[in-house]
């Protein structure tokens, strides 16, 4: 069942100065203090180098003394390729939850820019079922981790290709969802990138999958508002799921 108030009193996905965000983690969690927030989940962007994560995971752990708000220390990573690889430094310590991100389009040989992938499917070079293929089987790859995987903002990355998430295949979809459910991993319904829409989450809840709200925030001012993910919500929970 969605419990759609109780789920709008998260917010799972706000950046800080850490990476690319404008709010210290401090202002972040004193915003969700403020509008009642019961819980946030601090995610920085990283790279294979990123040298910074152990300060960052220290920091979330002290904030965690100081604040009623229950919060998470994540980091959100590109997918790379359909081997699951993520662009992650080796070393996680402190970190509870990893969010893997359709940032460029991860093919068998590598990420590959959106604008590149673009002009090979108009060209007719590159069939645009094949890119589907390989961005699912990346995000399906990237849940047989130790830590607990995310899917951040699932197919975000489609429109930059001129397609839509309506696009995908429903086979497809529910492969990924029974992927995510065998893992154990969660997948988020993102404010800012407007994705996924309910018809591609309802797999994932009929297969009892954890579906997360974040407002993807690069400033405090954003964190907890919700418009889109509301109304995704509600369009879930107003139709009974199917069994699986
Ligand atoms: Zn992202
Ligand atoms: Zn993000």
């Not at 849940?143 to 397609?163: C, D, E, N, T, W």
């Not at 996924?196 to 997360?212: D, N, W, Y």
Request: glycine share 6%; charged share 20%; hydrophobic share 45%.
């Amino acid at each position: 069942m969605i419990e759609v108030d109780k789920l709008l009193l998260q917010d799972t996905h706000v950046h800080s100065t850490f990476s690319d965000g404008a709010g210290t983690l401090a202002e972040n969690v004193a915003e969700a203090e403020r509008i009642g927030l019961q819980s946030l989940t601090c995610v920085d962007h990283v790279r294979r180098d990123t040298a910074w994560l152990p300060s960052y995971a220290a920091a979330v752990g002290e904030m965690r003394g100081a604040t009623a708000v229950e919060l998470q220390c994540a980091v959100e990573a590109k997918l790379l390729d359909t081997s699951g690889a993520l662009d992650l430094p080796a070393d996680l310590t402190g970190v509870d939850l990893i969010y893997a991100a359709d940032h460029q389009v991860p093919m068998p040989g590598g990420p590959r820019s959106p604008t590149e992938i673009r002009t090979s499917i108009e060209s007719g070079e590159l069939d645009p079922l094949v890119v589907m293929c390989s961005l699912v089987t990346s995000t399906a790859m990237a849940l047989r981790r130790r830590q607990q995987v995310v899917i951040a903002h699932l197919f975000s990355v489609l429109p930059k290709l001129g397609m839509s998430e309506d696009d995908v295949p429903a086979q497809l979809i529910q492969a990924l969802a029974a992927a995510t459910a065998a893992h154990g991993a969660w997948i988020e319904v993102n404010e800012l990138c407007c994705c996924p829409a309910a018809r591609t989450l309802r797999p994932f809840a009929a297969c009892g999958v954890p579906i997360l709200v974040g407002t993807d925030s690069h400033q405090a001012q954003t964190i907890g508002r919700y418009d889109y993910c509301e109304a995704v919500l509600h369009e879930l929970a107003a139709v009974p799921l199917a069994p699986v």
